[in-house]
């Protein structure tokens, strides 16, 4: 399973607060996007919703960050919770699962993001 990462919109990927459209806090972006590049799967984990959330979407994407997920699990979360479930394991959550939540309100989780070895973080996840 890769690495999967979720990771906050207002505050984190873009500065200020909603419903501010603050400007890209562009390192944040750019790790992002080597998490992205190197395999892992990046969910966008956000409060957002309609017309905002989808603003925030476009706003990403404008950035060159594409999410594999939007406020649900990533792709192989859901294969590997379809796969419990076919096995009769009871598995019902609607908890996003990260091996990693980066978001402003966390203090220092923006400053331990931008210091992690994206490569070595992404290979050591592949072997599991």
């Known amino acids: 399973m890769p690495f999967i990462?979720?990771?906050d919109y207002d505050g984190t990927l873009f500065k200020g607060s909603y419903p501010d459209k603050g400007?890209?806090?562009i390192d944040v972006v750019e790790k992002a996007k080597q998490f992205k590049n190197s395999?892992?799967?990046v969910i966008l984990w956000t409060c957002r919703d309609s017309i905002s959330l989808q603003e925030a979407i476009d706003r990403c994407k404008e950035e060159g960050l594409v999410f594999d997920a939007v406020n649900t699990n990533s792709?192989?979360?859901v294969r590997y919770m379809s796969e419990k479930l076919k096995n009769g394991e009871v598995f019902a959550t609607k908890k996003i699962f990260a091996d990693l939540y980066v978001d402003d309100k966390s203090p220092g989780s923006i400053e331990f993001f931008l210091g992690i070895d994206v490569e070595k973080t992404c290979k050591n996840y592949e072997k599991r």
């Open 5 to 7: 990462l979720a990771i």
């Open 23 to 25: 400007d890209p806090q």
């Open 75 to 77: 792709i192989s979360q």
């Open 39 to 41: 395999g892992a799967e």
